[in-house]
């Protein structure tokens, strides 16, 4: 089943209020009730102030794809296209693959920063890496100096004893 777009516009205006858009397949049309219903735009209206227009499948095809915006003439009730200034210059939307070379190029900043960082904590742990070896070697030379002040004391005891 091919259902057409569902627009629905303001009646004052011909601003257009949502276009429920195009379906295929195994679909079912929807109730102006039932829209109005499940979009918060048309629910937060009232019904009177809306208006609808049901487009054949396919309808206007070309012009929904050129153009830029659409509204309904109110006095008509046919849409009304607008469509870009072809001498105004465009700006090209970005395509998939310069979004992921963008993001490719970020991701490659954010590694360098953390490669500087990892190396200079690496610097930080060298450093503290040698202050500890230096605290050992310390405690080894007043380890060796305490046992030798021991057996000093030890020597000086146990000659304070003979002579008891």
Do not use: W
């Not at 049901?54 to 849409?79: D, I």
């Not at 202050?131 to 000093?152: H, Y």
């Amino acid at each position: 089943m091919q259902i057409g777009r569902k627009i629905y516009y303001d009646t004052l205006t011909g601003e257009v209020l949502i276009d429920v858009g195009e379906h295929s397949g195994f679909v079912r049309e929807t109730t102006k009730d039932e829209d109005f219903s499940a979009y918060a735009v048309l629910a937060e209206r009232v019904p009177e102030s809306v208006g609808l227009i049901q487009l054949e499948y396919g309808a206007y095809a070309l012009e929904f794809r050129t153009c830029n915006g659409y509204k309904v003439n109110t006095e008509t009730l046919e849409l009304e296209f607008s469509y870009p200034d072809p001498s105004a210059p465009q700006e090209q939307p970005l395509n998939e693959v310069d979004i992921v070379a963008a993001q490719l190029i970020k991701l490659e900043l954010l590694l360098m920063d953390i490669k500087k960082q990892v190396s200079v904590l690496g610097y930080e742990l060298v450093g503290k890496e040698l202050s500890i070896l230096d605290l050992i070697q310390q405690n080894r030379v007043l380890g060796s100096s305490q046992s030798a002040l021991e057996l000093q004391m030890l020597a000086i005891k146990g000659g304070q004893d003979a002579s008891v």
